[in-house]
T-cell receptor, first 109, second 115 residues
Framework: GQNIDQPTEMTATEGAIVQINCTYQTSGFNGLFWYQQHAGEAPTFLSYNVLDGLEEKGRFSSFLSRSKGYSYLLLKELQMKDSASYLCAVSDSNYQLIWGAGTKLIIKP | SQTIHQWPATLVQPVGSPLSLECTVEGTSNPNLYWYRQAAGRGLQLLFYSVGIGQISSEVPQNLSASRPQDRQFILSSKKLLLSDSGFYLC??????????????FGPGTRLTVL
């Protein structure tokens, strides 16, 4: 079966760095997405990785290792507004997104 | 630019009543369209997706149905709501790009409470 695993909840301090991991097992692979979802709102796109390595976009970076079925989202210089759920999703062989349950990130001052 | 509209934003319905949620997309043509449901504190569950007018694929058995009467209109319906239908319903669209990325863009969502 297809499976996406990520931690349920993480806590970090304002100004610090946090890494949210995602492991996956899917039928085929056409890229991995990270989305941010604030409570009560729709998810918004953060990043896309299809090749191994690190993609940097401002304070956010995303890493992919296809051989290990592993990705992480790295958030630097954490701000209170970064408190949200972070969803990992993999595009499978049919270009359908398989979604993880999301990681709730709590930022403390 | 592309925009996606969903309505209503919130809805409270009694058990056994019908449901109709509408989603429209502007600024793009022939998009892939999706309906998701998200239970409180949970991930996204794909309900239906459509690659064209009249073409609907169902991912899970349920008492819900979907229709795509026009290229940029996607409707989620039910004849009789169940308590378990409560949740946050999200419509999304995507267009397969040259890179193969099928990034999805979400509407604002409808929060449905069935009592």
């Amino acid at each position: 079966g297809q499976n996406i695993d990520q931690p349920t909840e993480m806590t970090a301090t304002e100004g610090a760095i946090v890494q949210i991991n995602c492991t996956y097992q899917t039928s085929g692979f056409n890229g991995l997405f990270w989305y941010q979802q604030h409570a009560g709102e729709a998810p918004t796109f953060l990043s896309y990785n299809v090749l191994d390595g690190l993609e940097e976009k401002g304070r956010f970076s995303s890493f992919l290792s296809r051989s290990k079925g592993y990705s992480y989202l790295l958030l630097k210089e954490l701000q209170m507004k970064d408190s949200a759920s972070y969803l990992c999703a993999v595009s499978d062989s049919n270009y359908q997104l398989i979604w993880g349950a999301g990681t709730k990130l709590i930022i403390k001052p | 630019s592309q925009t996606i509209h969903q309505w209503p934003a919130t809805l409270v319905q009694p058990v056994g009543s019908p449901l109709s949620l509408e989603c429209t997309v502007e600024g793009t043509s022939n998009p892939n369209l999706y309906w998701y449901r998200q239970a409180a504190g949970r991930g996204l569950q794909l309900l239906f997706y459509s690659v064209g007018i009249g073409q609907i694929s169902s991912e899970v058995p349920q008492n819900l149905s979907a229709s795509r009467p026009q290229d940029r209109q996607f409707i989620l319906s039910s004849k009789k709501l169940l308590l378990s239908d409560s949740g946050f319903y999200l419509c999304a669209w995507s267009v397969l790009g040259t890179s193969g990325a099928d990034e999805q863009f979400f509407g604002p969502g409808t929060r449905l409470t069935v009592l």
